[in-house]
């Protein structure tokens, strides 16, 4: 059980940080001699420091401004918390969290959580550090800055030493002593033998796994120009998509965190949308295989994937109800994951198999530069206008089914729905680049839209799962007449909900379809790109 977080995160213990490269010979005299009248310089004794950067596989807090840090310092494991709005928490921690709920009841907790939802903590950079601490004080005997003399080596995967060994001096001020750290910068600045640190030590180690902060994201980002053809944006977007799916494969074999499996399958549908949505750019007989292989990999990602999805709703829903229904509910949940981890088997098995293997080399190789133009009728059209010409059409249907569907469409009809706002975000998403500002503010609108109809598919389909979980585990003797009282309960509330949650889809519909949001549409052949 991990120790309380007893420091308070809302009172930060230190305020601004800033690192010095030490480039040539220095003495810890001379950085004594140079502060200024009624300032000394105190040191402790050097020892060495183990530190590792943790983050999410999509550098979450990196890209909040935050920082998590663990130091095990002469026997002693501390975590180092460090929010965007500035200050430094300590807190005690061992071992190593590898996700937000393993870090101490506490603030900390909580903010880290808030920023990583489902994803693992990642040892993504560290360090073998030779360190002197120090602090300066004032003529009162306080301290005002504290210093950090560091002999620094990133380390690789293996934890074997990596790359250039670099010699800082990290100061911080202290909160209250503002003018103390202003002047200790002010004369360290003047230094000869001290430079401002070019690479932050975050970027420097994470270098050395072959890691580059934010270097990874789910979104899809690229880099298209005016002058790229139809055919040339379709092989770059597909490409793409290869590496995301490439990069999230080792996580969802280790089921490191789910969120891994959940952006490998939206890479995968995304191929397959412009597999099927751009195929006036390909050559069909040289994407037939593709196409096939990937349809396979939906398939066997999805049973995992959707499991995933109901224990962390069932989890959610269980705390809704309180006592005693979340106790009530214990017996389907460990089916649940019992079966999730069946289903994990069965997801390394074919995410390690020649048949992968095989599909991602057909699918390296088809994205590769073609030798000559492809013969698609449609290959060499400008990507801007091919691209506008797909989110025009696959508006028109969108806005058609929904006409059809009419207020008081079943669930299914809404699920159709759904799949045909995500072709069209998606061909937004690719095209984005070249579409400009009326792409950005329709894939706000859109992802609205999309929000709403995904919470009314998922209320539909939390019933029907939560009925057949509940009659494997009543036949199995695994529960008894409260769980089945508990999930009677549960789904009455996720009846109503679904209820509610139709006027919500109907009004983002009316939304969505209005004669601005069909300007935006018709502006897109315009060519207002950035």
């Not at 289903?343 to 020649?354: D, F, N, V």
């Not at 950005?440 to 009925?467: C, P, T, W």
């Not at 309960?489 to 009004?507: C, D, F, M, P, T």
Request: hydrophobic share 40%.
């Amino acid at each position: 059980m991990p120790a309380k977080d007893s420091t308070p995160a809302t009172q930060p213990s230190m305020c601004a940080s800033r690192t010095f490269e030490i480039v040539r010979r220095c003495s810890l005299a001379g950085l004594a001699r140079a502060l200024p009248s009624g300032l000394t310089l105190d040191w402790r004794p050097c020892r060495p420091v183990e530190r590792t950067h943790l983050d999410s596989h999509d550098w979450r807090l990196w890209a909040a401004g935050a920082s998590l840090v663990v130091e095990a310092v002469e026997g002693k494991q501390m975590v180092i918390w460090r929010p965007a709005r500035g200050g430094a928490v300590m807190v005690d921690s061992a071992p190593t969290p590898r996700c937000a709920a393993d870090l101490p009841e506490g603030t900390v907790r909580r903010e880290v959580q808030s920023l990583l939802g489902e994803r693992a903590l990642l040892p993504l950079a560290a360090l073998r550090v030779q360190q002197r601490p120090g602090s300066v004080r004032d003529e009162r005997a306080k301290i005002v800055t504290r210093v950090w003399w560091e002999r620094s080596t990133p380390l690789d995967r293996t934890d074997e030493p990596a790359g250039s060994t670099r010699t800082t001096l990290r100061i911080e001020g202290v909160r209250g002593y503002e003018g103390g750290w202003r002047a200790v910068q002010a004369a360290w600045e003047r230094l000869p033998f001290l430079k401002e640190a070019e690479q932050e030590e975050l970027a420097l180690a994470a270098a050395a796994r072959g890691r580059t902060p934010g270097d990874y994201s789910s979104r899809i980002h690229v880099p298209l120009a005016d002058d790229t053809s139809a055919a040339e944006a379709t092989r770059l977007i597909l490409r793409h998509l290869l590496e995301t799916t490439s990069a999230n494969l080792p996580g969802a074999i280790d089921d490191v965190d789910p969120e891994f499996l959940h952006d490998l399958r939206v890479a995968v549908r995304r191929a397959r949308s412009a597999l099927g949505q751009l195929a006036g750019s390909l050559d069909p007989a040289r994407f037939a295989r593709l196409r096939e292989e990937l349809r396979w990999l939906g398939g066997v990602t999805g049973p995992c994937r959707d499991l995933d999805v109901f224990v962390m709703d069932l989890e959610k829903y269980g705390k809704e109800l309180g006592e005693p229904a979340r106790t009530q509910l214990t017996p389907l949940l460990d089916h649940l994951r019992r079966q999730r981890q069946r289903q994990h088997g069965e997801l390394k098995a074919a995410l390690t198999s020649p048949r992968l293997r095989r599909l991602l080399a057909t699918w390296r190789r088809v994205t590769e530069p073609p030798r000559r133009p492809p013969a698609a009728p449609e290959a060499q059209r400008p990507a801007r206008e091919y691209g506008a010409a797909r989110v025009q059409r696959a508006y028109r249907r969108l806005r058609r089914h929904a006409r059809r569907l009419g207020p008081q469409a079943p669930p299914e009809g809404l699920h159709q729905l759904r799949i045909d706002a995500k072709k069209l975000r998606y061909l937004l998403e690719f095209f984005a680049p070249l579409l400009g500002r009326p792409a950005a503010a329709l894939i706000r609108q859109l992802k609205e839209l999309q929000d709403a109809l995904g919470i009314f598919n998922d209320l539909a389909v939390q019933q029907r799962r939560l009925a057949e979980a509940l009659g494997e585990v009543l036949a199995s003797g695994a529960a008894d007449g409260a769980a089945a009282l508990a999930a009677g309960r549960l789904v009455a509330v996720l009846e109503a909900r679904q209820g509610a949650q139709r006027a919500v889809v109907s009004k983002r519909l009316e939304a969505f379809f209005t004669p601005e949001v069909r300007a935006e549409v018709a502006s897109l052949t315009a060519g207002e790109g950035e």
